[in-house]
């Protein structure tokens, strides 16, 4: 069974940055679509960002596109979110998600993620 533990979470200022990491257990992590979602109080769960398997492209909500980057080492069984210029709208707790079956696609739906993390708080001030 897959399981996810985030960190890296915590308080910064506007403009500064975080890096959120994912550390997964399992075999078969390099196979497994990952995903990071985030939760703000009173809001559904919205997708930020997604990897393949392979690593080679990463999608994006259109409100982090050009400040987050996602990646992946799949020899360290670990998926990351690289967040820049972040401002007081990113506060949210975030959610690394992985779809451990085969789509063949990399969805951006929280509901075809089968496996979750227990969530890390960012919170950016002003």
């Known amino acids: 069974q897959v399981q996810l533990v985030e960190s890296g979470g915590g308080l910064v200022q506007a403009g500064g940055s975080l890096r959120l990491s994912c550390a997964a257990s399992?075999?078969?992590?390099?196979?497994?679509?990952m995903g990071w979602f985030r939760q703000a109080p009173g809001k559904e769960r919205e997708f930020v960002a997604a990897?393949?398997?392979?690593?080679?492209?990463?999608y994006y909500a259109d409100f982090v596109k050009g400040r987050f980057t996602i990646s992946r080492d799949n020899a360290k069984i670990t998926v990351y979110l690289q967040m820049n210029s972040l401002n007081p709208e990113d506060t949210a707790v975030y959610y690394c998600?992985?779809?451990?079956?085969?789509?063949?696609?990399?969805?951006?739906?929280?509901?075809?993620?089968?496996?979750w993390g227990q969530g890390t708080q960012v919170t950016v001030s002003s």
């Open positions: 998600g992985a779809v451990t079956r085969n789509l063949g696609y990399v969805s951006r739906s929280s509901r075809t993620y089968d496996t």
């Open positions: 990897m393949s398997w392979s690593g080679e492209s990463g």
């Open positions: 399992g075999r078969s992590f390099s196979t497994y679509t």
